[in-house]
């Protein structure tokens, strides 16, 4: 028997787990919910069975279908509301990120997790890369020895056009900010994957480019220090020209590692220099924010499936969130 899933919030995004779940065997899209009616029942159209429902409102197809998994693609602040809706009724939730734009939000979804029969997945997507992967790899192996430090730089462009069709970007209350958690969490969770939990974090923020149009910020910079003294330098905007592949470099006591895009470069001591060209089989997504999508999704419904534990669940992205609200606290951009 097929697995009925539902889409909350039909809006860009949502195409890309549409198209995933939709090549999926044992998945059947029963519903899509937006307020937007139009939205879900192009949407519907696209992917959606005969009998799939159209929904303005989760509560009313909560109620019609009981899907057993809400793939949730709704604007920020609604991701903590909709999801402990979900948990609270016995079903699972795989959630794009991010998990929450508040500690008390996160505090949450941690509770409802202890009451609720329902898993929790977080999108994040990038962990999935094969980039990442060789890096693991590549750490693995111990050649390089002990990382030292790391860097991120993340150089995108949200031009006016991004924020003004829009009702919910752009603003504190349902963004929960701007250059961090929305375009470059993925970043920060690569960087903290490899350098782990910093005790150190301190971080400036500021509007450069759309400061009449948005009230978050366009640019972040920050420092991060580490047990046993590793340093890292986190640099973030979205008033570039254009999207440039995101970069992230780790220093090693015997060499070095670089990614970009699906590009690794790894530079050893002794001079020695390798480069790995990898491809990820049928991408889903844009190159520069990653395309494993469809990995990361394809091993949440393997782990319900099995009953094992998820890779991306709300532990394993406590330290990145934590480590981002400590950023917005340090900039003082939180209370």
Known sequence: MKRKVAIVGCGGISQV???????MEGVELCAFVDCRLDCAEKLAGQYGEGRAGIYGNLKEMLMAKEPQVVHICTPHYLHVPMALEVLAGGGSVFMEKPPAISIRQFKQLEQALTQSNGKLGICFQ???NPSTKKVDELLREGRLGEIRGGRAFVTWNRDENYYRDSDWRGNWKTEGGGA???QSIHALDLLLRWLGEPDVVEAS???HHL?????????????????GGKRACFYATTAYVTDAPVQIELACEQG????EEERVTVKYSQGEEAVYLLKTEGPVGKAYWGSGHASCIDDFYRSLETGTPYANDLASVTNTMQVMMRMYQSAGMRN
Do not use: Q, T
């Open 17 to 23: 787990h549409a198209r995933v779940l939709g090549a």
């Open 126 to 128: 990038n962990r999935y």
């Open 180 to 182: 961090l958690i929305n």
């Open 205 to 207: 923020m500021g509007s």
């Open 211 to 227: 400061r009449k149009v948005a009230e978050v910020e366009d640019v972040v910079e920050a420092f991060l220090k580490f047990p």
């Open 256 to 259: 070095s590692i670089r990614v």
